[in-house]
């Protein structure tokens, strides 16, 4: 979403974490373990002393416990096994996993690999505390790799793999042998560094990657000095990035993402055009506009604020990436009506139904002329869906869908959005021959003529003004407006102005832009007319002049009624710097009625601004 939040030094806020774990069916270290399931040797002594385990004991034997993907601790899991934790041991016997894989793995001494062994095979095939079968009920169980798995306990299967002997007594917990290893299916957040060719993406979102201790899931130890001590520290990966920008919990089993995930080359090629709007430069000096305590206007310097260069490169990096990734997840569940979008013939069938997608990060993807009032903020206009996913078959991942694409094929207006500023939220001041109000105006059912016929709207119109009035008969009214949170890139830029049903008669009116340049502050710089059919009230062309004409009540071309006149003040305008994410340094465009004593027969004095567009242009 485009509500430009900050990370690390430039994040406002951290999202905070309550986990609360709970199991079905299990125990905590204390259970007493059924006669039936009794056993006075540990779990590793039980499963050293089968030949048919022999395998899997020589896994256990190689690989050391850790505490975290970069910690690891001095104790294999042979030796977890033979202490005092409670566990169920899910193990596979000999030749029924891919016992040689695996040990290539460790043999490459490379802790990516090797941390590989332990999640995927060891963490894979086992839980905490103690679970016997027994009964008929299948029940969910969380692994100790937060993998979800479904056990049946009347069909002595889990994730659909044979249990062939269970329910091994051991001193410290349970141990089933099973005809093979547990299936490892990565989520999303695992999926990103799985593959090399999405290094770009994993690198981006795994930088704001942070280690949380859960005290819940952790084996507390005595208290020493005063302190308490853990046995058995348990962490959770936490995420600011994800959890604050995407509004994704790509960690978390129980969802149901899609996900579009650019590779390397669609990364490179896209992010060489959002790093040309991020330029930010060292300091930004802000003049305010506002009037002295007798009236006069005048100009004061607000909060200067600065940047180390670090600091800039922190900040394009940030805002550069994520505006490549912040909407590139979608929460299934979240859609237009349930609509499934799971597969690339679900893509298809919303594109062929006109349907919407809602990204998790809030942006709306909705078919060209779809838009309407109320709904053109955070909503981008895209004609081909199956397109955006590039075609893709999907992979299917444990809490989700990834979709490999190789083009970004999003619109340009999602990564340089087009800004709506209403007028009453980005006004800044008026000069002193300007009183400022506000206006709303609903228009029910209204009728109005032109020239010999009479036309009455059938619809609702509401909107809110902020009226720029003359302070006499003779004064002309000007205002100025923020333009906060634009990017360094061009924008064509539209004033919307509502017609003055006080005087019926349009408005004839300067705009000036006040902006920054890396080496200096551009002040009121005159814009001129872009419009090639520019007229004013008595049809002579103003193109090119330093005049802006809006027009009254009038018909639109489908007949319907409008009651704004959106006017286009300049074309192709580029800043040189960016203003994304910052809120003491922004533009600013004056507004100012201007006319001749000869053409007050003409137009109104006072303006009524109902809201500001800028359009940005690739």
């Known amino acids: 979403m485009n509500n430009y939040r900050k990370i690390g030094w430039y994040l406002s806020a951290v999202a905070m974490f309550v986990l609360t774990l709970s199991s079905v069916s299990c125990t905590d270290d204390h259970f007493d373990i059924s006669s039936a399931a009794e056993g006075k040797q540990t779990i590793w002594q039980n499963i050293q002393s089968r030949p048919d385990l022999s395998q899997y004991a020589d896994i256990l034997q190689s690989v050391y416990y850790s505490q975290s993907e970069s910690k690891t601790t001095s104790e294999t899991y042979a030796q977890l096994f033979d202490g005092d934790q409670t566990f169920t041991v899910w193990a596979p016997v000999n030749d029924s996993f891919d016992y040689a894989y695996y040990k290539r793995l460790l043999a490459t001494g490379v802790r990516d690999s090797i941390y590989k062994v332990e999640t995927q095979l060891i963490r894979n095939n086992m839980t905490r505390y103690s679970h016997i079968i027994s009964g008929s009920d299948s029940i969910k169980l969380d692994l100790f790799n937060n993998k979800a798995a479904w056990l049946n306990n009347g069909k002595l299967t889990i994730k659909g793999l044979l249990i062939s002997e269970p329910n091994v007594g051991a001193s410290n917990g349970i141990i089933h042998i099973t005809d093979g290893a547990m299936a490892y299916q ?80 669609a990364w490179e090629t896209v992010l060489a055009k959002t790093k040309n709007n991020f330029k930010y430069k060292a300091t930004y000096k802000q003049d305010i506009n506002t009037q002295t305590e007798t009236g006069a206007d005048t100009v004061i310097t607000g909060v200067e604020t600065k940047f180390t260069q670090a600091e800039i490169d922190s900040i394009v990096n940030l805002y550069s990436k994520n505006a490549i990734c912040e909407n590139l997840v979608f929460n299934a569940n979240w859609q237009f009506e349930r609509i499934p979008i799971t597969s690339l013939d679900d893509i298809k069938a919303v594109d062929a139904r006109q349907d919407s997608l809602l990204s998790t990060a809030g942006l709306k993807l909705k078919k060209t002329g779809t838009w309407n009032l109320t709904n053109r903020t955070n909503c981008v206009e895209i004609d081909d869906f199956a397109n955006l996913f590039d075609n893709a078959e999907p992979i299917e991942l444990s809490n989700g869908y990834a979709y490999i694409v190789n083009s970004f094929n999003f619109p340009y207006t999602v990564y340089t959005p087009n800004r709506y500023l209403a007028a009453a939220l980005c006004y800044e001041s008026c000069d002193n021959m300007c009183a400022i109000g506000t206006k709303s105006i609903s228009y029910v059912s209204p009728t109005y003529s032109f020239g010999d016929e009479t036309f009455t709207s059938d619809s609702t119109y509401r909107y809110d003004y902020v009226m720029m009035s003359n302070k006499n008969s003779t004064s002309h009214p000007g205002a100025f407006f923020m333009l906060p949170h634009v990017q360094s890139c061009k924008y064509d830029i539209f004033v919307v102005i509502g017609y003055n049903t006080n005087y019926k008669l349009p408005n004839k009116f300067r705009a000036y832009i006040s902006y920054d340049t890396e080496a200096k502050r551009i002040n009121n710089e005159a814009l001129k007319n872009p419009n090639e059919d520019a007229l004013d009230a008595k049809g002579n062309s103003i193109t090119g002049s330093n005049y802006f004409v809006n027009k009254g009540i009038r018909l639109n071309n489908d007949g319907s009624l409008a009651f704004t006149d959106t006017i286009c003040v300049a074309k192709d305008f580029e800043f040189p710097v960016s203003y994304y994410g910052l809120s003491n340094a922004y533009p600013v465009l004056q507004l100012k009625s201007n006319f001749s004593s000869t053409e007050k027969a003409l137009y109104s004095r006072e303006i009524w601004v109902s809201s500001i567009i800028l359009k940005p242009k690739e």
């Open 186 to 265: 990565p989520n999303l957040y695992e999926f990103l560094a799985s593959r090399p060719d999405l290094d770009s993406i994993n690198a981006f979102i795994k930088s704001y990657q942070t280690l949380e201790f859960n005290k819940y899931a952790s084996t507390q130890g005595p208290t020493i000095n005063g302190e308490v001590t853990w046995v058995d520290s348990v962490t959770y990966i936490s995420n600011d990035y994800t959890s604050n920008f995407m509004n994704a919990y790509l960690s978390k089993e129980d969802s149901n993402y899609v996900m579009i995930v650019p590779t390397n080359t």
